[in-house]
C-alpha cells in the first residue's frame, strides 16, 4: 500500500516536453493512459519519445525512475537497461553490416560460421536463427550456475533443438546469443565493440552501449531487487547475460530515448549513409515459412504474438518493431514516417504484470494521431481453418459409415467446429447409431465422482453404456450387432488422463471382436511438440496410465492408437480419421475450435497446461490441487503449508515460463473441503518455455525439502509412474534426472507415428 501511495503522489513530477504539447495533438490522451499506469503500479516511470516526418514531436518524462532504496523522479535522459532490444538495436544491426559486406548469407548454415554448431551436424540457418523458427527451446539453463561468455556459448553451441526447424515459432534467446557470436566471429570483435564501430559512434549514439561506466549509474533506471535486498543498476537484468559477463547478443545494452530515436530515425531514412536501403527493406521484411501465420523479420517483430506494441492502428505487416522484457519498446511505422519509443523499468523494484496492454494504448492514440482510423488487415495469407476428423468425415457424408451400426464412444466434447453434436451429424446423414458408450464424468462430461450407471441420450432415447461404472472396457453384450466402433472425445495430452485409457481398453476389446475401430482424432490441446517426463514404468500400467508413455506424450489420441496398436501388437482394425489444417506447433488456442471444458475441473486451456504437473501429487489426501475452488489446477494448498514461504522458494528455483504468488484458499469439496488453508498459485508467463514435468517435479522437491514427510510421495505411484522418481522425492533429493531416462527412447519410438507436422 506504501509503494503504491508514493508513486500516486509522484506521478506529477514529469520533465517538460522537448516540443510543446500542440506539436503532438494527442498529448492529452497519452499522458492519461501513462499517468493512470503509474497510478496502478504498472511500471514506477517512463520516458515516452515520439518521432514523425524526420521530426521529434513528443518527448516526455512520468513518474520515477526509481523506487527503491530511494525515490528518484524519471528525466527524460534516463539511460534504460532496454533487454531484448539488444537483439534489434545491436545485434540484428551488426548483422546488417557484414551482410552488407558479403560476410554472412542469411540462407547458409549456422555451421559455416560455427563449424562446431550441433557437432558440425545442422540443417539451421542463419535465417531460422534469426527468424526464432530453428526449433531451439526460449532459454540456457541456469542452474546449475555457471559463469563466464563462453561457457554460454559452448552451452548454446549444443543446446539440442526441442523441435524441428521451421515447424513452429519459438522466441529464443539461445538464438541471438548464436548470432552474437557469429558477429564477434565474422566482424572481428566482441559484439559491445562492434556495435560501437558500426553503429553507435557514427549516430552519435552516446549514451548507448553495454557495459555502462561507473559515471553514468546515477542516470541509469535500476531494474529488479535480489535475494539479498540489493537493486541492479547498471548491472544488466538478464540472469544469462550476467552470467557471460553483460555482454551477449539477446541482452545487454543500455540506451536512452534520445540515442534510440536517432537509430529509429536512420531506419526511417533508409540507412543514412551507414546502410544501403536494400539492406534495411531486407531485414524489415517478413521473413518466416510461408506456411505460418505470423510474421518475422531478421530480428524484427513484424506481426506475431509478441507485437502487442504495434497498437491496434499501425498497419501489420508494414510496420516493424521489438520490445524488452524490463518494460521497454520500439514501433516503427515507414507508412506515416513515425515511430514510437516507450521506456519504463516495469521490473522495478519487482516483477509486474505484463504491460503488453498499455503499449499497445500507446501505439494505438499515436497511430490515430498520425491518421490511422481503421485496423489494417495482416498481410499474411489467409490459414487454412482446422478441422477435427469428425468435421473431415462429416464433409464426406460419413461414407464408411453408410448402410453399418455404430457403436460411438462419445461425451459432450464430441462435436464439430460449428459445435453440432456427433450423434446429430451421423443422424442426419443417415447413420444408424446402435449404441452410445461414455467415459469418465459422464456422457455430459459434469460427474466427478467414482462409478458412474447407464443412461440415456435425452435427444435420441439411445443408451449409453457407461465405461466408468462396473467395468471400463466395452463388453460382448455391449457390442453385440454393432459393425464398427468409433471414439470421438476431445483429449487434453496428459499421461494419467482416463480418456485414452478407455480409448485403448475399447479398442482392445473391438481386436478381440474383429470389429473395425474408428478413431475421429482431434488436435492435442498442449500441442504436438513438447513431450515431457517421467516415463511411465511398464509394470505400473492402470486406469490412470494404460501404456507406458511420459507424462505429456506430445500426441494425438489417433497417434497414440496407432502406436499402442502396433506396441501392443493388438490386431486391431484401427482407422484414424485424421484432422486438416492442424500443425504441430498450434495451442488449442490457435485453432479456431471451440474450447468446451473436456471435464469438469479442467475449465481452460491455462488449467489444462498446468495440470500434468500440479495432478501428480494429488492423491495425498492432505494437499489440495484446487478441486473445489474456482480454479482448480492452478492453486494448491494443504493445513502445513506456509504460502509465503512456499512461493520464495519455487520462485527461486527459476522454473521456466511460471511465476508463483502465495495465497489462501477453501475448497469446497474434494480433499480439505471446508478449511481455510494457505498455498500457492501459478501464473503461465511462457507457454513454450513451461516444462510441465519439470514443473511438477520442482513443486514436489520443494514441498519436500521445505515439509519433510507431509507427504507420502508413494500414494502418488500411479500418477508419478516411475518408481526412480518416488524414490528420490522420498529421499528429498532432486527427481529431475530419474524423470528424463527414457524419454529420448520414446522419441524415437514416437516418431514412427506422428501424422502432422
Not at 34 to 52: K, Q, S, T, W
Not at 160 to 166: D, E, S, T, W
Request: glycine residues 10%; proline residues 7%.
Amino acid at each position: 500500500m506504501k509503494l503504491k501511495l508514493v508513486v500516486a503522489l509522484t506521478c506529477a513530477a514529469i520533465s517538460a516536453p522537448l516540443l510543446s504539447a500542440q506539436t503532438f495533438p494527442a498529448a492529452a490522451e497519452v499522458d492519461t493512459v501513462i499517468n493512470d499506469a503509474i497510478r496502478e503500479d504498472r511500471f514506477p516511470g517512463a520516458v515516452l519519445l515520439i518521432g514523425h516526418e524526420g521530426k521529434v514531436v513528443y518527448r516526455k518524462a512520468y513518474g520515477n525512475r526509481s523506487l527503491s532504496p530511494t525515490r528518484e523522479p524519471m528525466t527524460v535522459d534516463t539511460i534504460f537497461d532496454v533487454a531484448s532490444l539488444t537483439k534489434v538495436v545491436a545485434t540484428t544491426t551488426c548483422m546488417m553490416k557484414l551482410v552488407e559486406q558479403g560476410k554472412v548469407e542469411i540462407d547458409a548454415p549456422v555451421t559455416k560460421y560455427l563449424p562446431e554448431f550441433q557437432s558440425g551436424n545442422s540443417a539451421i540457418t542463419v535465417r531460422d536463427l534469426m527468424t526464432h523458427f530453428s526449433g531451439f527451446r526460449p532459454d540456457l539453463d541456469l542452474k546449475p550456475v555457471w559463469s563466464g561468455y563462453q561457457t554460454g556459448i559452448k552451452l548454446a553451441l549444443n543446446d539440442k533443438p526441442a523441435n524441428p526447424r521451421l515447424t513452429k515459432f519459438v522466441y529464443s534467446d539461445i538464438n541471438f546469443i548464436l548470432i552474437g557470436e557469429i558477429v564477434r566471429r565474422v566482424g572481428g570483435s566482441p559484439e559491445n565493440e562492434y556495435v560501437k564501430k558500426v553503429l553507435l559512434d557514427p549516430l552519435g549514439m552516446k549514451d548507448s552501449g553495454f557495459l555502462p561506466p561507473p559515471s553514468l549509474k546515477s542516470r541509469i533506471a535500476p531494474t529488479e531487487m535480489q535475494k539479498d535486498g540489493s537493486i541492479l543498476r547498471g548491472i544488466v537484468h538478464d540472469p544469462t547475460t550476467q552470467y557471460m559477463g553483460g555482454v551477449a547478443g539477446h541482452a545487454g545494452l543500455f540506451s536512452t530515448a534520445d540515442d534510440l530515436s536517432k537509430f529509429c530515425q536512420m531506419l526511417l531514412d533508409g540507412g543514412k549513409g551507414l546502410f544501403k536501403p536494400e539492406v534495411i527493406q531486407q531485414f524489415t521484411t517478413s521473413h518466416t515459412p510461408t506456411d505460418q501465420k505470423i510474421q518475422r523479420g531478421l530480428g524484427w517483430d513484424i506481426d506475431s504474438p509478441y507485437s502487442g506494441n504495434r497498437g491496434d492502428l499501425f498497419p501489420a505487416g508494414k510496420s516493424f518493431g521489438h520490445t524488452g522484457f524490463t518494460g521497454t519498446s520500439i514501433w516503427v511505422d515507414p507508412g506515416s514516417k513515425s515511430y514510437v519509443i516507450f521506456l519504463t523499468n516495469s521490473v522495478h523494484p519487482h516483477q509486474r504484470k505484463p504491460i503488453t496492454p498499455i503499449r499497445r494504448q500507446v501505439a494505438t492514440v499515436v497511430a490515430r494521431a498520425f491518421g490511422y482510423t481503421q485496423p489494417t488487415a495482416s498481410a499474411l495469407p489467409p490459414v487454412a481453418p482446422v478441422l477435427n476428423g469428425l468435421d473431415v468425415l462429416a464433409a464426406n457424408n460419413f461414407a464408411p459409415f453408410q448402410g453399418k451400426k455404430i457403436g460411438l464412444i462419445t461425451n459432450h466434447s464430441g462435436i464439430d467446429r460449428l459445435k453440432n453434436r456427433n450423434i446429430d451429424l451421423m443422424r442426419k446423414a443417415g447413420i444408424q447409431i446402435a449404441a452410445l458408450f461414455s467415459p469418465e464424468h459422464g456422457f455430459a462430461g459434469v460427474e466427478d465422482k467414482e462409478g458412474l450407471g447407464n443412461t440415456t441420450d435425452a435427444a435420441t432415447g439411445i443408451k449409453v453404456w457407461s465405461l466408468y461404472g462396473t467395468t471400463l472396457r466395452p463388453t460382448p453384450e455391449m457390442l453385440k450387432g454393432i459393425d464398427i466402433l468409433v471414439f470421438d472425445i476431445q483429449d487434453i495430452g496428459a499421461r494419467f488422463y482416463t480418456y485414452p485409457s478407455t480409448m485403448l481398453y475399447a479398442m482392445e476389446e473391438a481386436a478381440k471382436a474383429k470389429i473395425p475401430y474408428y478413431v475421429l482424432d482431434r488436435p492435442n490441446p498442449l500441442t504436438g511438440l513438447h513431450p515431457e517426463g517421467p516415463m511411465l514404468d511398464p509394470e505400473k500400467t492402470s486406469f490412470v496410465g494404460a501404456h507406458p508413455i511420459p507424462l505429456r506424450h506430445g500426441m494425438t489420441l489417433g497417434e497414440l492408437a496407432k502406436l499402442e496398436n502396433d506396441q501392443k501388437h493388438l490386431g486391431a482394425d484401427l482407422h484414424v480419421v485424421e484432422c486438416s489444417g492442424w500443425k504441430r506447433s498450434q495451442w488449442f488456442d490457435e485453432t479456431g475450435l471451440p474450447w468446451v471444458n473436456p471435464s469438469p475441473n479442467i475449465r481452460s486451456l491455462t488449467a489444462a497446461i498446468l495440470y500434468p504437473g500440479v495432478a501428480l501429487l494429488e492423491y495425498s489426501t492432505n494437499y489440495s490441487v484446487g478441486r473445489g475452488t474456482d480454479t482448480p489446477f492452478e492453486v494448491v494448498g494443504a493445513e502445513w503449508i506456509r504460502g509465503a514461504e512456499l512461493a520464495a522458494n519455487l520462485n527461486a528455483r527459476d522454473i521456466p515460463g511460471v511465476k508463483f504468488y502465495s495465497l489462501t484458499l477453501k475448497p469446497t469439496s474434494s480433499h480439505l473441503s471446508g478449511k481455510l488453508i494457505e498455498g500457492v498459485g501459478f501464473t503461465l508467463t511462457n507457454r513454450d518455455a513451461f516444462n510441465a514435468g519439470r514443473f511438477g517435479l520442482e513443486v514436489a522437491n520443494a514441498l519436500a525439502q521445505l515439509y519433510p514427510k507431509k507427504l507420502d510421495f508413494s500414494v502418488n505411484w500411479k500418477l508419478i509412474g516411475n518408481a526412480a522418481v518416488i524414490e528420490a522425492l522420498g529421499k528429498g533429493s532432486d527427481a529431475q534426472e530419474a524423470g528424463r531416462k527414457g524419454m529420448d527412447d520414446f522419441l524415437k519410438l514416437r516418431e514412427k507415428y506422428l501424422l502432422y507436422r
